[in-house]
């Protein structure tokens, strides 16, 4: 949300009706990817700072340098800021802006995995390895082959398989790989290289990972959202359409994909048989929060089910300076996840 239309919000109305607080108040941090490990929660975020740049559509002023893992020994608990876990100048390939990052452990070892751009202003992915869940990671010296856009979230199956799901418009460059390759053409504006609101919507994508974790096993693939017709959700759609910020859980045997709507602020969710999907629209997770992006993870800890997620509501409304919080997910009779409204009574706000 531009910073000159909150001047109407109350705050302090705000932060009290809200169903939960900030887990760090000493940095601003965002896209909170929570994992649990040996029984304790590790969350990967982004870290916010003020680096000065003007706002814009394709997310400048996101100019996230560093990666600190926030670990806690419940979802009530304390939540510790284990310190710098992996900086941009550490990556030989990137230059900046190491947006949302996600993480996960196989064989005793940590793997975070993170986007930035590289030195000709394109979105990559890498990896970094760790043999302790909060770091330092160390990087590879090259991006993943094949890897493109952002938000990059690596769900591990019940077969010890594991797949990266990525991708996201706009800033995050999705519609400039529709050919295969990327499209430099100008203008570079958010919405040029996207489909018409007619046409089926770009989708996140998948790929599985080998057994090394370091690499794309295969060609990655559209990750397709249905609607109940069993046909492709359009571009124009945007209530319903991916725009970023994959995430993938398993519950009760089915596969549950949950993205962001991007600039309508919805985090919705679909669900699947298999990893690959196509996924059946089933609904909206978390209402808006203030600070436009919407960035979450789903996971599991004794039983009960929770929703990380951020808001802007500790930096009162700026966009680029955000907050990490917690709320418990219920699901009905079905299988559907209850919608969360983040302040309670009050009237969603982006």
């Known amino acids: 949300m531009p910073e000159e239309s909150i001047q109407h919000i109350n705050f302090e109305e705000l932060n009290n009706k ?8 000493h940095i601003y941090t965002a896209d909170p990817s929570a994992h649990v490990f040996n029984g304790k929660i590790y969350i990967y975020p982004s870290h916010d700072v003020d680096a000065g740049e003007a706002f814009d559509d394709l997310g400048s002023h996101f100019a996230m ?56 202003g394109i979105f990559k992915i890498g990896v970094a390895v760790s043999d302790v869940p909060t770091g330092p990671f160390i990087p590879q010296p090259e991006a993943i082959k094949e890897s493109f856009s952002i938000d990059p979230a690596v769900f591990k199956d ?53 057994d090394d974790l370091l690499a794309f096993a295969e060609a990655p693939k559209d990750v397709v959202i249905v609607d109940e017709n ?69 996971t599991e800890f004794n039983g009960e089910w929770y929703l990380f997620y951020h808001d802007s509501s500790l930096s009162k409304g700026v966009t680029h300076l955000r907050s990490i919080k917690v709320a418990k997910i219920e699901y009905d009779e079905n299988g559907f996840i209850k919608t969360i409204k983040p302040y309670g009574s009050l009237k969603a706000l982006v």
Request: proline share 7%; glycine share 10%.
């Open 65 to 120: 340098e560093d990666y600190h893992v926030i670990s806690m020994d419940s979802p009530s608990g304390e939540a510790k800021d284990n310190g710098v876990a992996l900086h941009v100048n550490d990556v030989p390939w990137a230059e900046k802006q190491m947006w949302a990052p996600d993480a996960n452990e196989k064989d005793g070892k940590y793997y975070l995995f993170f986007p930035a751009k590289d030195y000709n």
């Open 18 to 25: 809200a169903i939960s607080q900030p887990l760090i108040n």
């Open 230 to 298: 069993g046909d492709p959700l359009l571009q124009g759609d945007n209530d319903r359409r991916f725009f970023e910020a994959s995430w993938v859980h398993k519950y009760n045997g089915k596969y549950y994909f949950s993205y962001s709507t991007g600039d309508t602020h919805f985090i919705c969710y679909a669900i699947g048989d298999n990893p690959y999907g196509p996924f059946k629209y089933a609904g909206k997770i978390l209402e808006p929060v203030v600070g436009w992006t919407s960035h979450h993870s789903i």
């Open 158 to 210: 019940d077969d010890g398989s594991y797949y990266m799901y990525f991708g996201g418009i706009w800033g995050g460059q999705l519609q400039r790989w529709r050919d295969g390759s990327f499209n430099a053409t100008q203008p570079e504006s958010p919405l040029a290289h996207l489909p018409g609101n007619n046409e089926p919507a770009l989708c996140a994508k998948i790929a599985k990972l080998t």
